[in-house]
């Protein structure tokens, strides 16, 4: 069926069907004004919102709806992850073009409420639009903190060691597949579905272990970046300490796979920094399987700049090299 | 200058510094992987997000960038409104074609700073975005309510009044004076920038006056019926006593005023019901000044319909007319 038979508000009768919720913090839920939602005493509101637009930030001849749904949501959860926060609470806004069929829609919200009930979020609210041109979707979630348990990008200090969790490089070495026609395999799922390190975010912050904290989203390179300027320190990290998973050492690709794991987009892992006296701590609950990361570097000085040091102890700056949506 | 000269990190750092927030609830601003709000004890948060698409909802060829921004944060603030809410906290988002000036952003974030200096609203996040074809923006926008004051759309209840604030129609007279060429004039003005009916919502919502509240985007016939179906009843209103301006008497347009009344969307008024118990109280208001509003009906029983009532007292019913976007 095309939306244009179905109508916007038709459209929107579908969406709200599907999207009920039970939460009991939802005193008002999605057909209001607003939604409304109660918080507990002692906890802190997190909010994050993402736009992604075709034709920049996904390409819909190898984009499943389905899997387009989810990772919307799931770029959202890991902001929320990023700050030790649990994601409690989605609106979706999408436009969408009038020649897209109804169980395209259908697909990119079943994509979104098994995302949404695989973390226990509610969706609450949203809005639709045709658009002109290409689709867009605009997540907002919000989360969750225990006061003053929040995990900001401000408060690495000159001594903390830099961790990272999983492996890098893998997602931007699959959108590198999936541009030259292939579909399958590790690499591309880890493009088309990543993985927020909610437990991990939400652990580290429980614990008080991250001193300061980003999710990886555009190169452990630009983030890294992100977490120096604001906390005004410098870093060095170390080629060899970079986790890469096997599938891309194996992938036969155009660049090394250092280089997708330091610039590479979308891999949505965690960075940390851990003061020195959590060190031991950290260990031993990498140790115990409590914890899937690594330490890749440590902070330094902000004169000290932002170095790379390769296998031969050769140092080079660590350049912010993330994505620019505006130059060509 | 163009954005493909300023780049996608430039813009994010205009825009930032352009909006440094200092409300004291607001404990991670712009700049974090999501922003962090405390609200006190004893309130509730409002939530709501509204998209507005290039070609969909606005014109560039009639709308100066100024207003566009205003008016994105204006629609946000009138659904806060509707609720009976506080507008706090709202998260920009704006996906740009490359083609455009730097200088028309400036334009746009300009308008939604003034508007939220007016209202008191801080902006603690929000995302930029290339886009491939028109331009969007999306805002979310939270707001605070007393616990236990809040206004929903399914209170409505039998015997209640009808009451909208302002006057109807102007918005969609206005639109078709632009379409027309025409620039300037209180009906454009109306169309361009919308007052959304904050302190109405506030002081309907601490007094505790209105049952059931909506804020008129889609026209009353439309917005009505929301609220009888929200609230499983029908209602009557009376032709002659809906709120028409001197300026859209006097219009020259295409349709009758009160076509526009009805069916015009985006006046960004309040329609509430009201307990017999409370009308002299709402009465009081009005003639006092502290309310500007008007009774146009009242609350019936479900199985009675919509109706709207002529001059001459015949009645026919009021169906649901709002804007459909996807159908043509």
Known sequence: MKLSELGETGLLKRIETSLQ????????????DAAGVRFANGTDLLITTDLLAEGIHFDLRYTPFYKLGAKALLVNISDI????????????????????????????YRGIKNTSASYKISIIGGDTSASKSGLMINI??????????????SSAKKGDKIFVTGTLGDSSAGLELLKKGKRNGYLIQRHLLPAPRVKEGIFLSKNRLAAAMIDISDGVATDLNHICEQSSVGATIYEDKIPISKGLKKAKLKKR??????????????LFTVRERNIKKICDAISKGRLSAAMIGEITEKKKGIFLIDSRGRQRPLLATGFEHFKS
Chains 1, 2 share one sequence.
Request: glycine share 14%; charged share 25%.
């Open 140 to 153: 907002t979630l919000l989360g969750e903190a225990q006061r003053g348990y929040v995990i900001k990008r």
């Open 257 to 270: 796979p250092l280089d997708y794991a330091l610039s590479g987009g979308e891999d949505y892992e965690l």
């Open 21 to 32: 919720t039970v939460d009991k913090g939802v005193f008002i839920g999605i057909g209001d």
């Open 81 to 108: 992850a990023a700050m030790g926060g649990i994601p409690r609470y989605a609106l979706i806004a999408i436009a969408v073009p009038q020649c897209l069929k109804v169980e395209d829609i259908d697909e990119l």
